[in-house]
Every structure is written in structure tokens, then in C-alpha cells.
């Protein structure tokens, strides 16, 4: 079982960064491909990113690329999704979750999420 705390978010500008951190406790962290989803006020849940469990391999929705970058430090058992370029539009709850399915984007395959954190872009 894995435990995943979301922390980093906050009330940014347009064009700005933020980096959230995913800490996992729980022995089996480095087995599991952990993914970031998001949800905006009155919308579904979306795919963001995910990584592999070793970090070898990363996707990105289309709607990010190029501006959001994932990483993993397993020995710390933190996933890192740093965030560049920030607009408006990502407004949202950031999630991160853990699944053993490679590369899903499908969120009902994800055992484990956590609470949370607001990301709020605005002028």
C-alpha cells in the first residue's frame, strides 16, 4: 500500500512557475508508475502526466507539453511535476496517484491518491 501526499500548489500570476510534490510513504513506492491529474471548478478529472516507476518514460497531455516536466527521486519517494508558463487555465485541484499500469490515462486504474493541491493562476 502507498500513501501520496500532494504539496507545492499556491495562488500564482500568468507566466510563472510552480513545482508539486507528490511524498509517498510505503515500502513498494519505487514499483509503482505514479500519475497527476487535475480537476477545474465544474469539470471532470484529467489526465496530466505520468511517469514510470523507474522514471525512464514520461507523457503529458497535449494541453501541458512543453511547459510541464515530471520527475521521480525514488531514494526520496517524492514525484516532482514542475510547472512552467503557467496560465489561467490551469487552474485546477492537482492530484497525484499510483498505479501499476504503464503510461494510463485512465484514472479508474490509479489504487491510490491524495488529498490534493490548489493551483490557482490568475493576474
Known amino acids: 500500500q502507498v500513501q501520496l501526499v500532494e504539496s507545492g500548489g499556491g495562488l500564482v500570476q500568468p507566466g510563472v512557475s510552480l513545482r508539486l510534490s507528490c511524498a509517498a510513504s510505503g515500502r513498494s513506492f519505487s514499483t509503482y508508475h505514479i500519475g497527476w491529474f487535475r480537476r477545474a471548478p465544474g469539470k471532470e478529472r484529467d489526465f496530466v502526466a505520468a511517469i514510470t516507476y523507474n522514471g525512464a518514460d514520461t507523457q503529458y497531455a497535449d494541453s501541458v507539453k512543453g511547459r510541464f516536466t515530471l520527475s521521480r527521486d525514488n531514494a526520496k519517494k517524492t514525484v516532482y511535476l514542475q510547472m512552467n508558463s503557467l496560465k489561467p487555465e490551469d487552474t485546477a485541484v492537482y492530484y497525484c496517484?499510483?498505479?501499476?499500469?504503464?503510461?494510463?490515462?485512465?484514472?479508474?486504474?490509479?489504487?491510490?491518491w491524495g488529498q490534493g493541491t490548489q493551483v490557482t493562476v490568475s493576474p
Open positions: 496517484a499510483a498505479t501499476h499500469s504503464s503510461g494510463s490515462h485512465n484514472p479508474h486504474q490509479y489504487f491510490y
